[in-house]
Antibody, heavy 119, light 107 residues
Framework: EVQLVESGGGLVQPGGSLRLSCAAS????????MNWVRQDPGKGLEWLSY????????AYADSVKGRFTISRDNAKNSLYLQMNSLRAEDTAVYYC????????????WGQGTLVTVSS | DIQMTQSPSSVSASVGDRVTITCRAS??????LAWYQQRPGKAPRLLIY???SLQGGVPSRFSGSGSGTEFTLTISSLQPEDFATYYC?????????FGGGTKVEIK
C-alpha cells in the first residue's frame, strides 16, 4: 500500500523556520518525482516545489523561491521542505504528493501537516 | 504563469443529476490537465489525467474532455459520495497551477 506521511508542522513565529518531512512507503521512492503542495485553510491548492527522482531537477513557486528548499534522501525514502523566513501567509496545510511529469498528475498524496505562522 | 479558471465556483445538485464543471486555461496546455476530488478534511484524490484518462479505481460516472484551453469534468449520475470540491490542475509548464475549485453541494 502506498503511503505518504508528513510531519514537522506546528506553530512558528513570523520570521522563523520549520522543516517538514514526508516519509514514503509502498512504492519505489528513488524513481519517483515529488511535489509539495499547500492549501490555505478553507481555500484552494497551491503548488510549491518539485524535485526530480535524483534531485538534479528542482522547481519553486515564486511565492517561496529563496525561502523554501526542497530535498530528498532516497536511502531513507524521505522528502523534505526546509522553510525559512516564514510569513503569516504561509499558514496552510502542507501536502507531499507523488508526481508524474510524463502525465502531469499527482497520484498519491499524504494526509497533510498544518503549519501556522503567528506571533 | 498559466491561470486556471473554474466555473461554476459552486453548484447545487441532487443525487442522480448530471453535473458538468468547466476549467479554462489562460493559454494552451495541450492535454496536460488533471482533475481532483477533495472531501472535507481529506487530501485531494486524482480522478482524471491527460484531460480524459480515468485513474484506476475511479467510477466510470466520472469523465473528462477537452484540449488546448477548455476542459470539462462530467459526473453522469451524482452519488452521495460525490458531494465534494473539485479542482483542475495544469501540468503543461511550471509553475503547476490549480483552478479555484468547484464545490458540489446537496440541493
Amino acid at each position: 500500500e502506498v503511503q505518504l506521511v508528513e510531519s514537522g508542522g506546528g506553530l512558528v513565529q513570523p520570521g522563523g523556520s520549520l522543516r517538514l518531512s514526508c516519509a514514503a512507503s509502498g512504492f519505489t521512492f528513488s524513481s519517483s518525482e515529488m511535489n509539495w503542495v499547500r492549501q490555505d485553510p478553507g481555500k484552494g491548492l497551491e503548488w510549491l516545489s518539485y524535485i526530480g527522482s535524483s534531485a538534479t531537477s528542482l522547481a519553486y513557486a515564486d511565492s517561496v523561491k529563496g525561502r523554501f528548499t526542497i530535498s530528498r534522501d532516497n536511502a531513507k525514502n524521505s522528502l523534505y521542505l526546509q522553510m525559512n523566513s516564514l510569513r503569516a501567509e504561509d499558514t496552510a496545510v502542507y501536502y507531499c504528493a507523488r508526481y508524474s511529469g510524463t502525465y502531469g498528475l499527482h497520484d498519491y498524496w499524504g494526509q497533510g501537516t498544518l503549519v501556522t505562522v503567528s506571533s | 504563469d498559466i491561470q486556471m479558471t473554474q466555473s461554476p465556483s459552486s453548484v447545487s445538485a441532487s443525487v442522480g443529476d448530471r453535473v458538468t464543471i468547466t476549467c479554462r486555461a489562460s493559454q494552451g496546455i495541450r492535454s496536460f490537465l488533471a482533475w481532483y476530488q477533495q472531501r472535507p478534511g481529506k487530501a485531494p484524490r486524482l480522478l482524471i489525467y491527460t484531460a480524459s484518462s480515468l485513474q484506476g479505481g475511479v467510477p466510470s460516472r466520472f469523465s473528462g474532455s477537452g484540449s488546448g484551453t477548455e476542459f470539462t469534468l462530467t459526473i453522469s449520475s451524482l452519488q452521495p459520495e460525490d458531494f465534494a470540491t473539485y479542482y483542475c490542475q495544469q501540468a503543461n509548464s511550471f509553475p503547476l497551477t490549480f483552478g479555484g475549485g468547484t464545490k458540489v453541494e446537496i440541493k
